[in-house]
T-cell receptor, first 114, second 115 residues
Framework: DAKTTQPPSMDCAEGRAANLPCNHSTISGNEYVYWYRQIHSQGPQYIIHGLKNNETNEMASLIITEDRKSSTLILPHATLRDTAVYYCIVRPRGLTGGGNKLTFGTGTQLKVEL | EAQVTQNPRYLITVTGKKLTVTCSQNMNHEYMSWYRQDPGLGLRQIYYSMNVEVTDKGDVPEGYKVSRKEKRNFPLILESPSPNQTSLYFC??????????????FGEGSRLTVL
């Protein structure tokens, strides 16, 4: 899997948008960008994924740059419950070895404050 | 509700006392796997299974066993636990279809302490 780089921590005021960046400059053409989050030692939770177009679901939006070397996860109205470690993961399209193993990095600790 | 259920959630045991952490999913997923999470090391895959009776080693399989006799269950067995297996364990499942291959569903975790 291609390497990703994320800031170790970020703060955000409740009600404001949280923009979490991820650099994946070595991503290849068949690799998707996935985002997961982990709330205080709970199981990681899938958020969203994309290939090259911007994506939006009920949880977040994903903006991928045109050259696909970086992306931003946007939580439009962050709440205290969004405080978590956010992981940006790059993986090949479709089924992969290891039973679809995911390789988690160290992620970004997002702290949402009043 | 779609979920992955692990038991026990917390366990303190002693070196050498066999234990099993159960995992069950109700989503009819083909793929299941076990991860452990340790400070500074992130999540690492222990074992995985691509279907009933099909299992294989992940990145850190030493000291663990698994079985997949039924599609919904994937227990993790520590035959002779040692203190270096003190960790937070997660079970995960995922559908086998290509479109959702990267969407893993994780259990709530099992915190194991081996004295």
């Amino acid at each position: 899997d291609a390497k990703t780089t994320q800031p170790p921590s970020m703060d955000c005021a409740e009600g404001r948008a949280a923009n979490l960046p991820c650099n994946h400059s070595t991503i290849s053409g068949n690799e998707y960008v996935y985002w997961y989050r982990q709330i205080h030692s709970q199981g990681p939770q899938y958020i969203i994924h994309g290939l090259k177009n911007n994506e939006t679901n009920e949880m977040a939006s994903l903006i991928i740059t045109e050259d696909r070397k970086s992306s931003t996860l946007i939580l439009p109205h962050a709440t205290l419950r969004d405080t978590a470690v956010y992981y940006c993961i790059v993986r090949p399209r479709g089924l992969t070895g290891g039973g679809n193993k995911l390789t988690f990095g160290t992620g970004t600790q997002l702290k949402v404050e009043l | 509700e779609a979920q992955v259920t692990q038991n026990p959630r917390y366990l303190i045991t002693v070196t050498g006392k066999k234990l099993t952490v159960t995992c069950s999913q109700n989503m009819n997923h083909e793929y299941m796997s076990w991860y452990r999470q340790d400070p500074g090391l992130g999540l690492r895959q222990i074992y995985y299974s691509m279907n009933v009776e099909v299992t294989d080693k992940g990145d850190v399989p030493e000291g663990y066993k698994v079985s997949r006799k039924e599609k919904r269950n994937f227990p993790l067995i520590l035959e002779s636990p040692s203190p270096n297996q003190t960790s937070l364990y997660f079970c995960a499942s995922t559908p086998s279809g290509r479109a959702r291959a990267g969407e893993l569903f994780f259990g709530e975790g099992s915190r194991l302490t081996v004295l």
